[in-house]
């Protein structure tokens, strides 16, 4: 079984639309983040969601907004994609203060 | 604002050699994590460190940690062409959730 799953792992789109990601964990951890990878593979912080409080990047517009339904899911919705969106977006999760992260295999975003 | 620096950011070395990354780091932080990705897939986890001279080994890799000097090193002993890949350092975000705050990134290529 797949630690954590994201899907879709290909997406691509066209500006203006509104797009989702969605991301499991089925390893019982407490706390779940979203990543962003852009094209110089650097790797930037979205999101951290534990136990229902939600940590925001305070860089992250306000079209990107994470939505959790329970412990093992955190999915990313995404309103008016525009083409500097396009990257490669992470899920990941986390038990305790170790914060050791387990990453899922990545949703390549494409925006045209 | 925490910032993580890695160098070199890209690295070619010939089979058989030793060299040697380092990740520093701006604030104070107990905590440093080692990550591997390989093209178009995920990150894999290497090595967690979580005391000031920490060291940890696996295979041809080694980590170690001074909090003091707020750095940490990856060593590499006698290369193979199967290290290829791009090497993260991150840190903890205290007060984040536990996200990590991640270097851009040592892409190395191992050469014959």
């Known amino acids: 079984d797949t630690a954590v799953s994201q899907t879709p792992k290909y997406l691509v789109t066209q500006m203006g639309n509104d797009k989702s990601i969605k991301c499991e964990q089925n390893?019982?951890?407490?706390?779940m983040y979203w990543y962003k990878q852009d094209s110089k593979k650097f790797l930037k912080i979205m999101f951290s969601?534990?136990?229902?409080?939600?940590?925001i990047n305070e860089t992250v517009p306000n079209r990107f907004s994470p939505k959790s339904p329970d412990k093992a899911h955190l999915n990313l919705h995404i309103n008016s994609l525009e083409l500097g969106d396009s990257a490669v977006y992470f899920c990941?999760?986390?038990?305790?203060?170790?914060?050791?992260?387990?990453f899922g295999s990545g949703t390549q975003l494409s925006v045209l | 604002e925490l910032k993580v620096e890695q160098n070199p950011l890209f690295l070619s070395m010939q089979e058989g050699k030793n060299y040697t990354i380092y990740c520093n780091y701006s604030?104070?932080?107990?905590?440093l994590y080692w990550y591997r990705q390989d093209p178009g897939k995920s990150l894999e986890s290497l090595f967690v460190?979580?005391?000031?001279?920490a060291v940890k080994q696996e295979g041809r890799l080694m980590a170690s940690l001074d909090t003091k000097a707020r750095l940490s090193t990856l060593h590499i002993t006698a290369a193979v062409h199967d290290l290829s890949a791009t090497y993260f350092c991150?840190?903890?975000?205290?007060?984040?959730?536990?996200?990590?705050?991640f270097g851009k990134g040592t892409s190395l290529l191992v050469t014959p």
């Open positions: 991150a840190v903890d975000m205290l007060y984040s959730g536990y996200a990590l705050n």
């Open positions: 990941a999760s986390s038990q305790d203060r170790t914060g050791k992260l387990f």
């Open positions: 969601y534990n136990n229902k409080e939600l940590i």
């Open positions: 604030t104070t932080s107990d905590r």
């Open positions: 390893l019982g951890h407490d706390t």
């Open positions: 460190l979580l005391s000031n001279g």
